[in-house]
């Protein structure tokens, strides 16, 4: 096969229904050293609710842009985000991503000491007149895939010879998002810029990506690779697609891959939903004890998740203030020349 073609990438599957956990973590450790990305499948998810948060998303996007301009994003990084906001790889691409999404995370009411930090407060709803219901299935959705990344994140932390509850304490107030997702009927040219999404990493622990029937999706196993190679990544009904951050790269020193992928659109409506498991604000992101030694030691400066995320938005949202609410961290990450990202102490980050 020629350089920079595409083929199909069969990812590992990771078969929750094991009862035998030390197969489990070790199936996990794998995938996350290998690819970084695997199916997930007998999770316990409801197919029908899966079924139904494409549904709501779709009723949510058929709707007139005033009507979404409505619930547009705001300081709290909730709610609407419109078609092109989001440009994930500048420098490869010539305009912003053929999509529009819906950022919902966890509902802080707004006199909650917790809402004056950034990326935290209420969430933004569609009127229920107009959506009805729309609202109750998507708490649905959100509580019981964080359960899910409760068990999951339990697998990872076994598979890092970690205790299972190692990650528990860092949820409990946590920025866990998950984004509805409709990407525009048309067709992406990498070779023009045009993409659905951008080449990217995601920024946090764990994604668990549901998409519809539609192909699209990407990945580049190795992305300093000239030409990079991007392989496709069927959709598979029932199973997730999970994912792992930069944020799980960087606490376990590289060993586990956040990698890096996009969306090329092919000339039909494309509907997926991220759900971003990522722990609170506060968490210290410092290489985990059992990623380091003498002779390997850590690769990163510690820094916390709520640093690490903001600098990530600010990034690649044109529409986010990152100075809408104070923070109190002066060293955001901002691109090098080359790319990389560099925090002002001159690290190279994830
Ligand atoms: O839509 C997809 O298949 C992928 C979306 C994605 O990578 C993201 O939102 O981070
Ligand atoms: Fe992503």
Known sequence: MGAGEQHEEPLDVVDLSNPNKAE????????????????????????????????????????????????????????????????????????????????IGWDVSADDPMASKPLHGPNQWPSEDVLPGWRTVMEKYYFEVLKLGHRVASLIALSLELRPDYFEKMFTVPMVVMRPLHYAAVHSSPQEGRFGSGAHSDYGLLTFLLTDENSGLQICKDKEAKPQVWQDVAPRRGAYIVNLGDMLERWTNG????????????????????????PNFDTLVECLPTCCSPTNPARYPPLTSGEHLLGKYHQTHTGFDVTAKPHGFENLPTKSENGAEISENGAEIS
């Open 24 to 103: 489990l973590a070790k199936a996990v450790r794998r995938a996350c050293i290998d690819v970084g990305f695997f199916y997930l499948i007998n999770h316990g998810i409801d197919q029908k609710l899966m079924d139904e948060v494409l549904v709501q998303s779709k009723r949510f996007f058929d709707l007139p842009t005033e009507e979404k301009m409505k619930v547009k994003f705001d300081k709290n990084h909730r709610g609407y985000t419109p078609m092109a906001e989001e440009h994930l790889d500048p420098e490869n691409s010539t305009q912003g991503d053929s999509k529009e999404g819906y950022y």
């Open 255 to 278: 060993l586990y891959r956040s990698t890096l992928h996009r969306v090329v659109t092919k000339g039909v409506d494309r509907y997926s939903f991220p759900y971003f498991y990522e």
